[in-house]
């Protein structure tokens, strides 16, 4: 693999705000000389986790009201990682809050990128086995939806019109391998 040189960061400015989001201007130079202007979310320091939930042969899911396509999707919890919680623990509370279970067995299985031309954030993909009740309150507008799916069917939710987002998918095909490996002994 070829080793690339980073472009030189000229300047980075703040060109505009919401209450969720702020966008930067960067100006960068690469390694050949050529200049150009991108523009990028504000790089921020949290990051978050989506869990995979396995309850015997099955997943669970959740159908949640997303504001970008105007439509529920179906897919797994998740969420923000609060200021002092690990990876694994933001998991669990997630779990709980979502779905109203906690896990005994939480393993993560990689990080992923989102975007990375825009955005700097980072999602942990956690699976989570051994589950039993536990609720906690979350900060949900209404109910979330579960929906249970067998894990012999998994690959049909690529199949499903509501299951569409990005990193649910890259999810799916990662629980996929890692229960794959576990039934050959690898795990």
């Known amino acids: 693999m070829i080793e690339l040189?980073?472009?030189?960061?000229?300047?980075?400015n703040d060109i505009a705000h919401s209450h969720l989001f702020s966008i930067q201007s960067?100006?960068?130079?690469f390694s050949n000389g050529v200049k150009r202007v991108y523009e990028r979310m504000k790089p921020g320091k949290r990051e978050?986790?989506?869990?995979?939930?396995?309850i015997g042969d099955e997943l669970i899911l959740i159908q949640e009201y997303a504001v970008g396509i105007e439509q529920y999707e179906l897919g797994f919890p998740k969420g923000a990682i609060d200021a002092g919680e690990n990876v694994l623990e933001a998991a669990n509370r997630e779990l709980k809050e979502e779905i109203g279970f906690g896990a005994g067995k939480l393993e993560m299985l990689t990080k992923l990128t989102m975007a990375p031309s825009y955005f700097s954030s980072?999602?942990?993909?956690?699976i989570a086995q051994d589950l039993y009740q536990e609720y906690l309150e979350g900060d949900e507008p209404e109910p979330l939806v579960q929906v249970r799916w067998p894990i012999s069917d998994m690959m049909s939710l690529l199949d499903h019109p509501d299951f569409n987002e990005a990193r649910n998918v890259s999810a799916l095909f990662l629980a996929?391998?890692?229960?794959?490996a576990k039934n050959n002994g690898k795990r």
């Open 122 to 126: 980072k999602m942990n993909i956690v």
């Open 48 to 54: 978050a986790v989506l869990i995979i939930p396995v």
């Open 26 to 29: 960067v100006d960068l130079e």
């Open 176 to 180: 996929q391998r890692y229960l794959q």
């Open 5 to 12: 040189k980073k472009p030189k960061i000229l300047n980075v």
